[in-house]
């Protein structure tokens, strides 16, 4: 497991770097450092799948630390499967206001001529409408972002704290029963974590829907 998790770790980490390269890329490459991108993704999360079969495997003493490094690794790949799917949002954004003036600069329209009349002054105010609803979109992301890393940090402490309970649990010699209690309730918490994640998630799904 230590092997393939230094591997997958490693990758992460080369994700993260080759996620600058997508500021700096042109029109015409940006496609496929997106696409490379995407493709290591696909193979952290791969690897991912693989690293929970094996740390629910390992000795009792070191499963707990096993899952809790898998679950980060999860994390980090996760954030940046998000930070991709944005910037290839804001990316498609782009383009299409871009296409958008570059017809509307190509159209010819006569002076006087209703039938080849455009109407400027609808086309500039749908055009501010857009570009208000993309800006409060970009805040809604920010601000979904802001609520994860939250959310992870929630989780951290919870987690800290349920070791450091355990950890006290044994040295009182607690029953088991009560040793159960204490994990069920950890499993519990992690249950409100995720869906908090998901409704964050679901939340930013229909603002994108409705308001571009």
């Known amino acids: ?24 890329s042109d029109k015409q490459s940006v496609h496929l450092v997106e696409n490379e991108i995407q493709a290591r993704i696909d193979r952290i999360f791969s690897n991912l799948e693989r690293l929970e079969i094996l740390s629910s495997k390992e000795p009792a003493n070191k499963r707990q630390n096993a899952k809790l490094r898998v679950d980060q690794l999860k994390y980090d790949v996760q954030h940046l499967q998000s930070a991709l799917r944005n910037f290839q949002h804001r990316r498609y954004n782009r ?5 958008q003036r570059e017809e509307l600069l190509a159209r010819s329209f006569t002076a006087n001529d209703s039938d080849t009349t455009i109407p400027i002054d609808e086309t500039l105010q749908f055009n501010e409408s857009l570009q208000n609803a993309h800006r409060g979109m970009d805040d809604l992301i920010g601000s979904g972002t802001s609520i994860l890393h939250g959310l992870r940090d929630q989780r951290m402490t919870l987690k800290g704290t349920h070791k450091k309970i355990l950890d006290v649990a044994n040295m009182l010699g607690l029953s088991n029963t009560v040793m159960r209690l204490i994990e069920k309730r950890a499993f519990q918490d992690k249950y409100f974590m995720i869906g908090g994640m998901l409704l964050s998630c679901v939340v930013m799904f229909l603002v994108v829907q409705y308001l571009t």
């Open 1 to 24: 497991m230590e092997a393939l998790y230094h591997q997958t770790n490693k990758q992460v980490h080369e994700v993260q770097s080759y996620m600058g390269h997508l500021e700096t």
């Open 95 to 99: 383009e299409q206001q871009e296409k």
